[in-house]
């Protein structure tokens, strides 16, 4: 099988969350690092514009966004599952919540706190990639209220533990709780003075003790450009086709543009080869990596006719 290489930096808490999955799964993988702000000149290629971390290449299929990442790894490799109890709606409902309002109002404390240490050149990217300046007086201002709502949010999962389950859903291992902590994990790491807010909620704090210990599985450093000669030398896997219920009526070979719809915002423009309601893949072209297809999640994307 061709390797499963995943492009990330070891910082992102975003990529925490596979590198939990493949450690679940007891997968082995190529790791590429790539920069935390721009130029990505060895990753664009792959994704056509898409700048966001974590990303999946296996071959010259791409993978964008954690979300696609872990229900192509379920596709691939389903035992031990990611949805143990077989609740998917919960456990993806989970994430969405986790990724757009656990982790915003964990990012918001982090960073008000250390406003005035950030690099210029990061606060340049992130401002870049969310569309907004990234006032240091403001985002220190914020902090007292966005600790409420993180209070708020910790106390949810405390109560969801205070049964004594080793998960958040039971007694196993699952994606609420890799897309749930990955929060956890970045107050705890790269912030220690915000982790004293977590201190009140031993039950949360030992939930994410156990979910850390499952580990990263088999990971092995690769170059950037061997990975971009592997795209090159491959060719796309993905099989043409259009699930029934396409409700603007896509077809494969339809030119369009896909986008996150909440920041880095970067249309990514190709033509479509599969869709269905929970993803996106669309073939292009790259003058490094020849033709690749890259995939995209259907929930928190925007497909438009290019």
């Not at 210990?213 to 896997?237: T, V």
């Not at 543009?257 to 880095?264: K, S």
């Amino acid at each position: 099988m061709p390797d499963l290489i995943l492009h990330h930096y070891w910082t992102s808490p975003f990529t925490e969350k596979v590198r939990l999955a493949l450690g679940l799964k007891g997968l082995s993988w190529r790791s590429v690092e790539q920069p935390t702000i721009m130029p990505k000149p060895e990753l664009l290629p792959l994704t056509g514009g898409y700048r966001k971390i974590p990303v999946m290449q296996i071959g010259a299929d791409v993978y964008c966004d954690s979300q696609c990442i872990l229900r192509e790894l379920e596709r691939r490799h389903p035992s031990p599952s990611l949805i143990p109890d077989g609740a998917q709606a919960t456990h993806y409902g989970l994430s969405f919540w986790s990724d757009r309002v656990l982790f915003q109002a964990a990012v918001a404390v982090i960073f008000g706190q250390m406003a005035d240490s950030v690099p210029k050149e990061f606060i340049e990217d992130r401002s870049k990639l969310s569309g907004r300046a990234f006032d240091p007086e403001q985002m220190k201002a914020a902090v007292p209220l966005m600790k409420e709502q993180l209070r708020a949010q910790l106390d949810w999962l405390g109560a969801q533990l205070a049964d004594g389950r080793a998960y958040l859903l039971g007694s196993q291992p699952g994606l609420a709780d890799f897309t749930t902590h990955h929060s956890i994990w970045f107050l705890q790491t790269f912030h220690p003075p915000s982790a004293e807010l977590l201190q009140p909620h031993k039950g949360v704090l030992a939930w994410a003790e156990r979910v850390k210990a499952i580990g990263y599985g088999k990971h092995a450093p690769m170059e950037r450009s061997e990975a971009l000669a592997i795209a090159k030398a491959s060719e796309p896997a993905t099989a043409p086709g259009i699930e029934p219920g396409e409700p603007n009526g896509w077809r494969v070979g339809d030119r369009v543009a896909v986008m996150a719809d909440d920041y880095g915002r970067d249309p990514i423009a190709g033509e479509i080869v599969r869709a269905s309601a929970q993803e996106i893949a669309i073939r292009r072209r790259d003058p490094e990596v020849g033709d690749v297809v890259v995939h995209f999640p259907r929930a928190g994307f925007l497909v438009v006719r290019a």
